[in-house]
Nanobody, 120 residues
Framework: QVQLVESGGGLVQAGGSLRLSCAAS????????MGWYRQAPGKQREWVGT???????NYADSVQGRFTISRDNAKNTVYLQMNSLKPLDTGVYYC??????????????WGQGTQVTVSS
């Protein structure tokens, strides 16, 4: 009923930038918070940052000052601008949304993930 589709991943050199997008579609009544998570090889998924419906953001310490989350409510899309990338930022990046549909109350939805690789 709801799909989150990420795009924009790829290979970049350390110090470079990438911009990820995540578009939500389906029987969406409202989208509350949206966020980004990542999972490095052999590690658990970790929170990167969140943006609420009003545009307020919070970030993990590891990305504060380098990553910026924004959203376009009209397009049901959230973005992750990643600057000054480091090899430690390598991983699969997942989009998350707390979404209310016409069939039920708010619940978490996840995208399929997009690979980000930062070379040294």
């Amino acid at each position: 009923q709801v799909q989150l589709v990420e795009s924009g991943g790829g290979l970049v050199q350390a110090g470079g930038s990438l911009r990820l997008s995540c578009a939500a579609s389906g029987s969406i009544r409202s989208i509350n918070a949206m966020g980004w998570y990542r999972q490095a090889p052999g590690k658990q998924r970790e929170w990167v940052g969140t943006i609420n419906r009003l545009g307020s953001t919070n970030y993990a310490d590891s990305v504060q000052g380098r990553f910026t989350i924004s959203r376009d409510n009209a397009k049901n899309t959230v973005y992750l601008q990643m600057n000054s990338l480091k090899p430690l930022d390598t991983g699969v990046y997942y989009c998350n949304g707390l979404i209310e549909t016409y069939y039920g109350g708010p619940r978490d939805y996840w995208g399929q993930g997009t690979q980000v690789t930062v070379s040294s």
